[in-house]
């Protein structure tokens, strides 16, 4: 299989709050794992990404935690802020074809 | 660097007729990927290459789509009899193999099928 499956499809937070998004993977060849964010009328930007020789990979406000075994993976956004809502979508990527395969995406929404 | 490139950003079609898509990769980068986002939905993939050669297109709808990118450079999306399915935003993407491997998107083509 090669689906990625994504939680929640919509999450509210207050301002200041963490929030966390959660992907599960099928296929056991995924070996790299991009976070994307999406606002209105624009493209999908790169946030955040860990590939699978790491459990754990962090950077400005942003968390990414990688289970292999479990094949789940989750952002984690800490001290959320107005201008962190918007789409979010987690990727899976097969280490042999280079396929690419998006989540169904998260509307985070952080209210003031 | 300049980024993807796409054109046109915007299409407006009657059911039937066709449109082309077009897809300018960021410079060096082999592998090309053809997205179809509808409305509040993820991206999902409709078929990519590695330079001129379809790797997958096992999504797409092969009696109305197809792609080429027969340079190995710039690639082409056309919807030959579009249907109002067909609604939503057309993304390229482009990475490199080896490398750093980010898939960079491009703006995108809105595309509403009337």
């Known amino acids: 299989g090669e689906q990625v499956e994504q939680l929640p499809s919509i999450l509210r937070v207050q301002e200041g709050s963490s929030a966390s998004i959660n992907c599960t993977y099928e296929n056991s060849a995924s070996n790299y794992f991009p976070w994307y964010k999406q606002e209105p009328g624009e493209n999908p930007k790169l946030i955040i990404d860990i590939r699978s020789n790491m459990e754990r990979k962090q950077t400005q406000g942003l968390i990414v935690l990688l289970d292999k075994k479990a094949k789940r993976f989750s952002l984690h956004i800490t001290d959320t802020q107005p201008g962190d809502s918007a789409m979010y979508f987690c990727?899976?990527?097969?280490?042999?074809?280079?396929?690419?395969?998006f989540g169904k995406g998260t509307h985070l929404h952080v209210l003031p | 660097e300049a980024g993807v490139t796409q054109s046109p950003r915007y299409a407006v079609l009657q059911e039937g007729q066709a449109v082309s898509f077009w897809c300018d990769p960021i410079?060096?980068?082999?592998?090309l990927y053809w997205y179809q986002q509808p409305r509040d939905q993820g991206p999902q993939l409709l078929v990519y290459f590695r330079d001129e050669a379809v790797i997958d297109n096992s999504q797409l709808p092969s009696d109305r789509f197809s792609a080429v990118r027969p340079k190995g450079t710039n690639s082409t999306l056309k919807i030959q009899s579009a249907k109002q399915g067909d609604t939503a935003t057309y993304l390229c993407?482009?990475?490199?193999?080896?490398?750093?491997?980010?898939?960079?998107f491009g703006p995108g083509t809105r595309l509403l099928v009337l």
């Open positions: 410079s060096g980068h082999d592998t």
């Open positions: 990727a899976a990527r097969d280490t042999n074809a280079y396929k690419v395969i």
């Open positions: 993407a482009s990475s490199r193999t080896g490398g750093e491997d980010t898939q960079y």
